[in-house]
Every structure is written in structure tokens, then in C-alpha cells.
Nanobody, 129 residues
């Protein structure tokens, strides 16, 4: 069982930055598809970025393209979501999720959500105007 723990959320003013972390407890990512999702109150969950920890392929939703960046550390135990030029509409609970290793061939914004077997508890981001 893979346990994911997000951290790094907080309250910032518009234009500010935050870096979210997604740590896999006792696990090294190995060709997993990692997705960063967010859900604002009363809205549907939105996938904002994906990264394949084996091939390194990254994809971003149009709503965050050019402002958010996903990366992973060298030991491949942590995936980051760097968020710059934050806007009030970025306010949401942010979650990371992971597929089983090598279970997803094309890791993208269109990857079926049921492919993400492991979820973190979320970290809250609030952006004020």
C-alpha cells in the first residue's frame, strides 16, 4: 500500500507562489503516473497536472499552463507542484494521486481517474485578491 502525503498549502495573495509536495511514505516512485488534482467548494474535481515518474512526461491543464510546474526529486520519493502567479480561482483543496507502477502507458490529463489507485489527504490552498 502506498501512502501519499501532501504538504505546502497555505494562504497567499494573488500573484504569490507556493510549492506543494507529495511524499510517498516508504516508497520510491517507479513508472507511476502521478496526478495533481484540485477541488474547490461546490465544484468538480479538476486535474491540473500529470507527470510520469519513469519517462518524465508532463502535462498541464490550460487553466494552469505557464504558471504551474510539476517535478520530482532525484530519489523519486517526492513529486512537487510549483505554483506561481496564483489567482483567486486557484483556491481549492489540492490532492496528489498515483497509479500502480507501469499501470498507465500514457500518463496525461485524459488518463482515467480510476487508474489512480493511491490518494493523499489533500492540502488547502487559499488565494486572496
Amino acid at each position: 500500500q502506498v501512502e501519499l502525503v501532501e504538504s505546502g498549502g497555505g494562504s497567499v495573495q494573488a500573484g504569490g507562489s507556493l510549492r506543494l509536495s507529495c511524499v510517498a511514505s516508504g516508497y520510491i516512485f517507479n513508472s507511476n503516473c502521478i496526478g495533481w488534482f484540485r477541488q474547490a467548494p461546490g465544484k468538480q474535481r479538476e486535474r491540473v497536472a500529470t507527470v510520469h515518474t519513469g519517462g518524465g512526461w508532463k502535462r498541464y491543464a490550460d487553466s494552469v499552463k505557464g504558471r504551474f510546474s510539476v517535478s520530482q526529486d532525484s530519489p523519486k520519493t517526492t513529486v512537487y507542484l510549483e505554483m506561481n502567479d496564483l489567482k483567486p480561482e486557484d483556491t481549492a483543496m489540492y490532492y496528489c494521486a498515483a497509479s500502480r507502477p507501469s499501470a498507465v502507458v500514457r500518463c496525461s490529463l485524459e488518463t482515467a481517474e480510476q487508474s489512480f489507485n493511491y490518494w493523499g489527504q489533500g492540502t488547502e490552498v487559499t488565494v486572496s485578491s
